[in-house]
T-cell receptor, first 111, second 114 residues
């Protein structure tokens, strides 16, 4: 059974600082890895999807890396803004097409 | 294009009552799924469907039923509500079950069982 861990559970940074969010997983037999953003009381919004054969994906200020051999993914958010405050979840799609989620990291960016 | 629509947004039930959570998508997605989200835990898969007429169990299926008579709709039924089913329920869809298609989520249904 795939176990997905996100540490820390919460993070507070001043505006302008770069954010580094970690996701670790136990089974490297994955199809892809997806990073989501969740705002309070809302659903999940897909940020980046990294295919199993890829090492990273970039979108604007966001960059996500994937290292299957070590069972890790990292989401980098450059020059954080108060609007980046949210909970960030990683999810892995295994080869049986089911998603396994981490519990998330709640980010607060202080103005 | 509304995406994934869930109704109701909030619901309070008494133990033993039954109800149906509605989920509809207008993107012609084949794959639909239901998750529950509890504090401090990741989302857990309840049931999923890879197309009309096809459903299967996820990680935590007990106490829930689903059906998929159309591509657009995937309702989740609570048979006899229990306090342990108090949670936030999310419906998600994607173009196919395989492939590298991102999942699209609804805004959730917040359910309290008294």
């Amino acid at each position: 059974k795939q176990e997905v861990t996100q540490i820390p559970a919460a993070l507070s940074v001043p505006e302008g600082e770069n954010l580094v969010l970690n996701c670790s997983f136990t089974d490297s037999a994955i199809y892809n890895l997806q990073w989501f953003r969740q705002d309070p009381g809302k659903g999940l919004t897909s940020l980046l999807l990294i295919q199993s054969s890829q090492r990273e994906q970039t979108s604007g200020r966001l960059n996500a890396s994937l290292d299957k051999s070590s069972g890790r993914s990292t989401l980098y958010i450059a020059a954080s803004q108060p609007g980046d405050s949210a909970t960030y979840l990683c999810a892995l799609r295994s080869n049986d097409y089911k998603l396994s989620f981490g519990a998330g990291t709640t980010v607060t960016v202080r103005a | 294009n509304a995406g994934v629509t869930q109704t109701p947004k909030f619901q309070v039930l008494k133990t033993g009552q039954s109800m149906t959570l509605q989920c509809a998508q207008d993107m012609n997605h084949e794959y639909m799924s239901w998750y529950r989200q509890d504090p401090g835990m990741g989302l857990r898969l309840i049931h999923y469907s890879v197309g009309a007429g096809i459903t299967d169990q996820g990680e935590v299926p007990n106490g829930y039923n689903v059906s998929r008579s159309t591509t657009e709709d995937f309702p989740l039924r609570l048979l006899s509500a229990a306090p342990s089913q108090t949670s936030v329920y999310f419906c998600a869809s994607s173009y196919s079950s395989g492939g590298n298609q991102p999942q699209h989520f609804g805004d959730g249904t917040r359910l309290s069982i008294l």
